[in-house]
């Protein structure tokens, strides 16, 4: 499977942004556990959201209740909804899939296939 992202640009604090991540060349990516990350600069990659193959998601605790995960399998499409920007914000955002059904954590080694990323600048 290919994941490409979309959606990442140049947005004022506060804003919203809704990143997507297409998937091409394998049907059943949906069965699996997608998820977001992001690397700001100078920082490692975070993870941010996941959704498993029975749409349960996971987040981590800074970006709960201004992030939001979905997919949409009749687009082959994940997502990432962020409200109320903050500079902090600013990074390179991933789609990724690990190559289990469920979601066990946020953690990088989990996931196997990665996108090339999204920029998201967040001025003030």
């Known amino acids: 499977v290919d994941l490409v992202e979309s959606g990442g640009g140049s947005v004022q604090a506060g804003g919203s942004v809704r990143l997507s991540c297409t998937a091409s060349g394998y049907t059943y990516w949906h069965y699996y556990c997608m998820a977001w990350f992001r690397q700001g600069p100078g920082k490692e990659r975070e993870g941010l959201a996941s959704?498993?193959?029975?749409?349960?998601?996971l987040y981590t605790d800074s970006v709960k209740g201004r992030f939001t995960i979905s997919k949409d399998t009749a687009k082959n499409t994940l997502y990432l909804q962020i409200n109320s920007l903050k500079p902090e914000d600013t990074a390179m955002y991933y789609c990724?899939?690990?190559?289990?059904?469920?979601?066990?954590?946020?953690?990088?080694?989990?996931?196997?296939?990665w996108g090339q990323g999204t920029q998201v600048t967040v001025s003030s």
């Open positions: 959704i498993d193959r029975y749409s349960s998601t």
């Open positions: 990724a899939a690990a190559r289990n059904y469920v979601c066990y954590s946020l953690n990088s080694l989990e996931y196997v296939k």
